[in-house]
Nanobody, 123 residues
Framework: QVQLVESGGGSVQAGGSLRLSCAAS????????MGWFRQAPGKERQFVAA????????YYSDYVKGRFTISRDNAENTAYLQMNSLKPEDTAVYYC????????????????WGKGILVTVSS
């Protein structure tokens, strides 16, 4: 069992930055690829970014490529999402999730989810 807790959300003006953290319980954090997803009101949950178990590979959706950076610290059991140049359309609840088998890029393949944290970007 892995428990995930997101932090670092909040409100920011367009062009600003936020850093989300995802703290994981247990000793098996490095066995999971980690992904960040988001869900805006009335929309489906969508992939944002993912990172491999070692941190050596990263993946981004086209919506955030070049603006967001995913990272992880296996010693601290924590994954991060640095979000720069934020836009109003980035407003959503952001979720971190853990994937035991895959790359962490698919909503349907994630094994564990955090409860989510709200990010609001105003124009």
């Amino acid at each position: 069992q892995v428990q995930l807790v997101e932090s670092g959300g909040g409100s920011v003006q367009a062009g600003g930055s936020l850093r989300l953290s995802c703290a994981a319980s247990g000793r098996t954090f490095s066995m999971y690829a980690m992904g960040w997803f988001r869900q805006a009101p009335g929309k489906e949950r969508q992939f944002v970014a993912a990172i491999s178990r070692s941190g050596g590979s990263t993946y981004y959706s086209d919506y955030v490529k070049g603006r967001f950076t995913i990272s992880r610290d296996n010693a601290e059991n924590t994954a991060y999402l640095q979000m720069n140049s934020l836009k109003p359309e980035d407003t959503a609840v952001y979720y971190c999730a853990a994937d035991r088998v895959g790359r962490g890029t698919s909503v349907g393949s994630m094994d564990y989810w955090g409860k989510g944290i709200l990010v609001t970007v105003s124009s």
